[in-house]
């Protein structure tokens, strides 16, 4: 069964405190892995697309990598205006849809 | 700047009483997809159109109905709603399948009294 898992559900850091994000992710034919930020009460605002093991994306502090089983977003010396939920979805070539982890909610105190 | 537009916003109706969510888009992208998201939970989609084709989801409850007139405009009727069925509606696009990446509107907060 195709599924997507996030973690961890919530993380704090401390301003400049860089970290990642986990997503891992068992599905039949991967056709494109893709990381979106959302803020409360907003719709998901699209971050990147991987499709291949080995790829990776930046933008600003934010860079995503890809390997067979799972992807991590890296966030660089983030600062509180990156607080937000993070979530990840994979395209399923089985189902032809795309599958969304429950998401990583981060907060960045200054 | 091309965009997907909902409206409206909030939407407060009452239990059982009809309701239609609407979602525009300036990208002219083939697919438009209706998703419904409750509070920290996971996007779920309802359904989606290719074009003029319509892709109901299995388990989306009958209550739940879409139109699409054209190309830029998508709407989603809830017949009868229900208290559960208060949740963020999400409209999206893409230019062609789900192995392309989605573009999400801003959302309906749907509240059910």
């Known amino acids: 069964e195709d599924q997507v898992t996030q973690s961890p559900e919530a993380l704090r850091l401390q301003e400049g405190e860089s970290s990642s994000l986990n997503c891992s992710y068992t599905v039949s034919g991967l056709r494109g892995l893709f990381w979106y930020r959302q803020d409360p009460g907003k719709g998901p605002e699209f971050l990147f697309t991987?499709?291949?093991a080995g790829e990776e994306k930046e933008k600003e502090r934010l860079k995503a990598t890809l390997t067979k089983k799972e992807s991590f977003l890296h966030i660089t010396a983030p600062k509180p205006e990156d607080s937000a939920t993070y979530l990840c979805a994979v395209h399923s070539s089985n189902t032809g849809k795309l599958i969304f982890g429950q998401g990583t909610t981060l907060q960045v105190k200054p | 700047d091309a965009m997907v537009i909902q409206n409206p916003r909030y939407q407060v109706t009452q239990f059982g009483k009809p309701v239609t969510l609407s979602c525009s888009q300036t990208l002219n992208h083939n697919v438009m997809y209706w998703y419904q998201q409750k509070s920290s939970q996971a996007p779920k989609l309802l359904f989606h159109?290719?074009?003029?084709?319509?892709?109901n989801e299995a388990d989306t409850p009958d209550n739940f109905q879409s139109r699409r007139p054209n190309t830029s405009f998508c709407f989603l009727d809830i017949r009868s709603p229900g208290l559960g069925d208060a949740a963020m509606y999400l409209c999206?696009?893409?230019?062609?399948?789900?192995?392309?990446?989605?573009?999400f509107g801003p959302g309906t907060r749907l509240l059910v009294l």
């Open positions: 159109y290719y074009d003029k084709d319509f892709n």
């Open positions: 991987l499709y291949s």
């Open positions: 999206a696009t893409s230019r062609a399948g789900a192995q392309e990446t989605q573009y």
